[in-house]
């Protein structure tokens, strides 16, 4: 196998990666402030203004945290029942040339709180189930605005810790409008247009049915406005697939320019935040050090993957299989090793959870490190917004530990960290913690999370505990080979996807709001710099352990046995 | 108090704090500490397991007496950080033996009391030779008294009634003289009292940063108490039947017992630490502040220069000969009992060979006062010699004496004062009648090393700020041959006040030391405010320190105690953090390997069995603390190298180290249990 391929594609990805992060992090700065300018002011801001007219929205009144977390609060569970309820009724509404019908309860319970929390978790296969109208009014309505609430959350704590005796963290209304009329739209329609050119269908056509050459089979060929719901799944980490073979469809991944393009724009906004950051805090070097943190996790994780999938799988090299092709079992051929493996990284790195390969088949320690990125609380670059916010519970914690031994009470960009900081991170970590082992837990021994494995012993166990990371994490990708859509599979997994994003989003707008309140210290000779080596390696070392501590046990019975495993000649 | 620093491990002390680590089990005092309840809890079950045993019952047994042994020495560790404090405060104690006070009736007499009865606001009456009863304010006299009992500085000091020496504490003794002294606190309440309760951990309550780790610490503990309890049904899946001993063994491994074991002894040895330097702290709180401190306001007088300032030069007005002016300058000193008067008579005598002498006719001595700001003699006319009227004082000051008689102020004397102030000295006019004779020049001497000491004050991130009752000029020379980063020149009590209030507004934390009454409000304001045990009472009470020793330059200490303090809990909670890496490499393949024998491989420190590895955790997580505990009751040390590079300094030692250390320890606790064959 080519390896110099995957190194220049690599060098490439990280090239443009950095090349992106600052500009859209200067128009992002410009997006987030009320009063910011931007170059699509002309053509947006009348319609913002009527937005906020129609809607009576004071654009100058900022909130509370509270008042922040209820607004968003409100405008989520709205946007959850608006779903539902279109789902419920989608037999008995239009656009459906397919005649698709209604969901039962528990799906379109699942399929709302999925879509609402950003994780786009998919118990149905999309094609067969959803209208078109389900797709593009109630998912695609989603994958705009869960990904707008997420950015809003983090702009909200950046803000509370750039502001000094502040009681306000900006207006919640007044962001989402922005985020979705100035960030995600303009950018969606120009990246719609290019997969457009690349060759992905835009149209209403009900599904055409050909006769196959060979065996003059029928086969339905999906199409429908593909190219926009696949810009906003990527720029808005959604991962929800218009069809269920998701980015490894060619209709949806149709070459491999819009193959790294998609991958770019999955950490694009993640990774601009970051600069964001710097820029808001009046300290860049530290929006660069966070920058480097997720950056070097990202890049350990894919090289790991990489070299397990390309090592390939024991067992099927003495049966035949050239060790030069590594891994290939569900896979694209289109893609190969290298390009499934990259993919697979930044997908689970960024609660993306779009994929491009079945990470299911990935070799045990290959589909470990898309789990374990999950399980990291999904901080490498993360979700639109919900990576950063969950980083920075990582930066409180690591400036706890360590900023003691500098000999000062700890202090986080002049921030003093008290006891209700810590308790507001570590009540974020133990909410992920607890739900995801929780979960797991109890479908490992119940009747009905055993009923749906598809595989025994550790992979089995693999991948229940991949669903409720995956859902927790509000991921979205999902270890193939669970028959979920069942009735407590749709209810504690979207239970999990409500709890992974809210319960986590309260404390940190709590914790927004609190050190917003607080004064500034200002830095000195003794002050812990969050900025520079030392600091990204301490922070690396706070995901990594904080991670491995609380997952160890369980990575331990699924992939890393299964691993043994292998080695010794069994498969699962 | 006598304070001879307690050896770290003293005999008696261990031996007490042994007893001490068994009742301290009682499970209500362990329940503070949530660390080492769930410690304790799963001792009990793990003995409980014996009842039932799966496992041979001596491998139980060891486990759960090591789980057992766990919880001991962390009570051990308070113990003996408690022992040094009790110890500390029976010394402090025996000075306070059974006395009887002389009560003044409100008539006037005296009536006999025991000390015990005495009252705030009543009035006591203490002669030479006797013990003073409680602490208070002077009312009349004077007296020398012997503090030793309290500083272990053996020279007697001056009490008197009014200014700033107005002070006594209870158990120092009047040498010379009588005292009345107004009681200033009722018995159980005076500063030793306090400090009593304090030491001995009584009153102990946690501080910020403490409760602050205590949650870290309490909510790593629930989650790893979920991660224990989700791997029984893991286990169950996998058709793994975990023993109750292994996974309770995994939990108190995991969670964090070495920090949780040590903080509370870590905050009583800092306020030892303290007690030791004869700083007596109000509250645990004041200590961890020290460590935040970044504005030390700093009293020039005393800290950072020597206290007394000496007249090195004559300078002449134009047409005065020098040894006219030293004449005059030394017969306005004469009555000048000052350090500086005297350094003046001195200098006449070492330049001019002018001797002290009889002025041989009728004169008084016009003595400083604030107001004047001037001291000097008048000598009336007699026997045909002409009436002579000589000041020395403030520029400003005698100025205006010339010019009130009609005199006038030479150009060159305006620029000498200048010139003197300009380079750190203290210019002193002298002047005789309406005629402006010259100026002496007062250096005032900076305290060798101070230079060095301030450039490690601004490399810990403190800025300094000198105090000074001198004029801007002055103030500016000396504190740039000092070093200080800023002053405030001409000071008066407000504007201290309002400074403190200023610095704090822009987000920082101030320490000042003061002694006078007016000082008290600042001291109040400052978030570490040192009291100096000779100042007022008003001052000792305003302030959250008080410095037996009276010596302004302890603040810089104070200040070290604070961040060393700091620095120990988060080195110790990184290190015990860290040690979870090797834990879970002993215990997990150990649980795993009886199930799929294929995880070999993941025995990575090949340790000899499942068994003794799970032992060989839990002993090394148990003895850990014990071979820690010298660490924290001595502390980290501090070092002044930046925040940057103390960081790394520390990440290495502690979270590497914490890393490494235990992959060591547990093997060779592994391949020592198996030569002794426990397991």
């Not at chain 1, 960290?417 to 797991?440: H, N, P, Q, S, W």
């Amino acid at each position: 196998m080519n390896h110099g391929n995957g190194w220049v594609q690599l060098a490439l990805y990280i090239g443009a990666l950095l090349l992106i992060t600052k500009p859209l992090g200067l128009y992002l700065l410009q997006v987030l402030d009320a009063k910011g300018k931007t170059c699509v002011d002309p053509v947006v801001r009348p319609i913002e203004r009527l937005t906020y007219r129609i809607c009576g929205i004071d654009p100058e009144a900022e909130q509370s945290w509270i008042g922040y977390t209820f607004s968003l609060l409100a405008f989520s569970v709205t946007g959850l029942v608006f779903t539902y309820v279109i789902l419920r009724l989608q037999g008995r509404l239009p656009l459906n040339p397919q005649h698709l019908p209604s969901l039962n309860q528990h799906l379109a319970f699942n399929t709302a709180a999925s879509f609402t929390t950003n994780t786009n978790w998919q118990f149905y296969t999309g094609e067969a189930t959803m209208s078109y109208l389900s797709q593009m009014v109630a998912l695609t309505l989603h994958n705009w605005t869960s990904a707008a609430v997420g950015i809003a959350a983090a702009a909200a704590l950046v803000r509370g810790l750039s502001r000094a005796s502040a009681k306000t963290l900006g207006n919640f209304w007044v962001d989402l409008i922005r985020i979705s009329y100035y960030l995600l739209a303009p950018i969606g329609f120009a990246f719609a247009i290019f997969l457009v050119w690349q060759g992905v269908p835009e149209n209403f056509l009900p599904y055409t049915v050909a006769k196959t050459v060979e065996t003059h089979a029928d086969q339905t060929i999906v199409q429908g406005p593909i190219a926009s719901q696949i810009a906003i799944k990527m720029l808005g980490t959604n991962g929800g697939g218009y069809s269920s073979a998701n980015a490894a469809h060619p209709f949806e991944n149709p070459t491999p320019l819009s193959n790294f393009v998609q991958m770019l724009s999955i950490f694009a906004i993640p990774s601009a935040l970051t600069f964001y950051l710097g820029r808001m805090v009046k300290q860049p070097g530290h929006g660069w050090a966070v920058w480097s943190a997720m950056f070097v996790l990202f890049l350990g994780g894919a090289l790991a993957t990489w070299s397990a999938e390309a090592a390939g799988n024991p067992i099927h090299q003495h049966l035949g299989v050239g060790p030069a092709d590594g891994n290939m079992e569900g896979k694209e051929v289109r893609f190969g090793v290298f390009d499934s493996s990259l993919f697979a990284t930044i997908t689970t790195d960024a609660s993306c959870g779009a994929v491009n390969a079945m990470h299911d088949s990935f070799t045990p320690l290959g589909g470990m490190i898309p789990l374990f990125n999950i399980q990291t609380g999904e901080v490498i670059f993360g979700g639109v917004g919900a990576g950063l916010y969950g980083m920075l519970i990582f930066v409180v914690l690591a400036v706890f530990i360590a900023g003691l031994m500098v000999g000062r009470t700890p202090e986080y960009v002049g921030k003093k960290i008290e006891a209700y900081d810590v308790k507001m991170a570590m009540l974020a970590l133990m909410v992920l913690a607890a739900t995801i082992l929780g979960f797991t837990a109890w479908a490992s021994v119940a009747k009905w999370g055993l009923a749906a494995l598809g595989n025994a012993g550790p992979h089995g166990f693999g991948e229940i505990l991949y669903a409720y990371s995956s859902c927790v994490g509000n991921n979205g990708s999902a270890f193939a080979g669970l028959s979920g859509n069942e009735v407590h599979w749709d209810d504690t997994t979207g239970f999990a996807m409500l709890i992974g994003r809210f319960l986590m989003m309260i404390p940190i707008l709590a914790l927004a709001g609190n050190l917003g309140a607080k004064k500034v210290i200002p830095a000195s000779a003794g002050t812990f710099r969050t900025e520079g080596i030392t600091f990204v390696v301490l922070l690396i070392g706070t995901v990594l352990l904080v991670g491995a501590l609380t997952f160890l046990p369980a990575l331990a019975m699924g992939p890393i046995v299964e691993h043994f495993l292998m080695r010794a000649g069994t498969l699962f | 108090m006598s304070t001879k620093a307690v050896s770290l491990f003293d005999r008696e002390i261990l031996g007490k704090a042994l007893v001490d680590s068994i009742v301290k089990l009682n499970p209500r005092q362990q329940l503070k500490n949530p660390v080492m309840f769930i410690t304790l809890i799963g001792a009990i079950l793990t003995f409980e397991q014996l009842l039932t045993p799966k496992e041979p019952f001596g491998y139980v047994l060891q486990v759960a007496l090591w789980l057992l042994f766990t919880v001991i020495f962390a009570n051990f560790a308070e113990a003996v950080a408690e022992g040094r404090g009790k110890a500390q405060a029976r010394s402090l104690r025996s000075t306070r033996k059974q006395l009887v006070a002389k009560r003044r009736r409100a008539d006037g007499s005296l009536e006999n009391v025991d000390a015990s009865q005495l009252r705030r606001n009543d009035v006591v009456v203490v002669v030479a030779g006797e013990v003073i009863p409680g602490d208070g304010d002077v009312v009349e006299g004077a007296a020398s008294v012997d503090e030793s009992a309290i500083t272990g500085e053996s020279a007697p000091v001056i009490r008197e009634a009014g200014g700033d020496r107005s002070a006594v504490t209870g158990g120092t003794t009047v040498l010379s003289d009588s005292l009345s002294i107004r009681v200033t606190a009722d018995p159980g309440e005076g500063f030793l009292d306090h400090m009593i309760s304090l030491v001995e951990g009584a009153s102990r309550q946690k501080t910020p940063n403490e409760i602050a780790l205590t949650i870290l610490l309490s909510a790593l503990t629930v989650i790893f108490l979920l991660v224990i309890i989700a791997l029984k049904p893991f286990g169950t899946y996998a058709n793994v039947p975990f023993s109750i001993t292994a996974l309770i063994a995994l939990l108190v491994c995991l969670i964090p017992t070495t920090i949780g074991g040590l903080l509370s002894a870590i905050g009583i040895a800092g306020m030892d630490r303290l007690l030791q330097r004869n700083v007596l702290a109000m509250s645990g709180r004041a200590v961890e502040a020290a460590g935040d401190i970044d504005v030390l306001l700093l009293d020039k007088t005393g800290t950072i220069t020597l206290g007394n300032r000496q007249a090195s030069d004559f300078v002449p007005a134009p047409g005065v000969p020098s040894e006219r002016l030293a004449d005059a300058a030394q017969l306005a000193s004469l009555a000048d009992e000052t350090p500086e008067g005297r350094s003046i008579v001195v200098l006449a005598k070492d330049l001019f060979n002018l001797r002290g002498r009889e002025i041989g006719r009728p004169h008084t001595f016009v003595p400083f006062t604030a107001q004047t700001r001037m001291s000097g003699i008048d000598i009336p006319a007699h026997g045909g010699q002409a009436m002579r009227t000589i000041r020395k004082g403030a520029a400003d000051n005698v100025q205006a004496w010339v010019e009130a008689q009609g005199g006038t102020c030479p150009p060159t004397i305006v620029d000498a004062v200048a010139d003197i102030s300009r380079q750190g000295g203290t210019p002193l006019v002298v002047a005789e009648g309406r005629e402006v004779l010259g100026v002496i020049f007062l250096r005032d001497v900076v305290k060798g090393g101070i230079r060095e000491r301030f450039a490690e004050l601004r490399s810990m991130g403190i800025r300094t700020v000198m105090i000074t009752g001198d004029n801007p000029l002055t103030a500016a020379a000396i504190a740039a041959e000092a070093g200080v980063d800023d002053f405030l020149a001409r000071a008066t009590p407000e504007m201290k006040l309002a400074r403190i209030r200023a610095e704090q507004g822009s987000g920082h934390l101030v320490a000042m030391t003061g002694d006078g009454t007016n000082d008290a409000p600042a001291l109040a304001q400052a978030d570490v405010g040192v009291a100096m045990n000779t100042g007022t009472q008003a001052a000792k009470e305003a302030g959250n320190m008080v410095d037996l020793d009276s010596n302004p330059t302890k603040l810089l200490e104070i200040v070290n105690i604070g961040k060393q303090m700091l620095v120990t809990r988060g080195a110790l909670t990184t290190f015990s953090i860290a040690n979870d890496v090797a834990k879970y490499f002993a215990i997990i393949p150990a649980m795993l390997v009886g199930a799929f024998p294929a995880i070999g491989p993941l025995n990575i420190m090949h340790l000899a069995s499942p068994r003794s590895a799970i032992l060989s955790a839990v002993i090394f997580n148990a003895i850990i603390i014990i071979a820690l505990i010298p660490l924290a009751l001595k502390g980290v040390k501090y070092r002044p190298i930046g925040a940057a590079a103390l960081l790394q300094r520390n990440l290495i030692i502690y979270g590497l180290g914490g890393i490494v250390i235990p992959f060591i320890g547990i093997k060779f606790i592994d391949v020592l249990i198996n030569a002794l064959h426990l397991v």
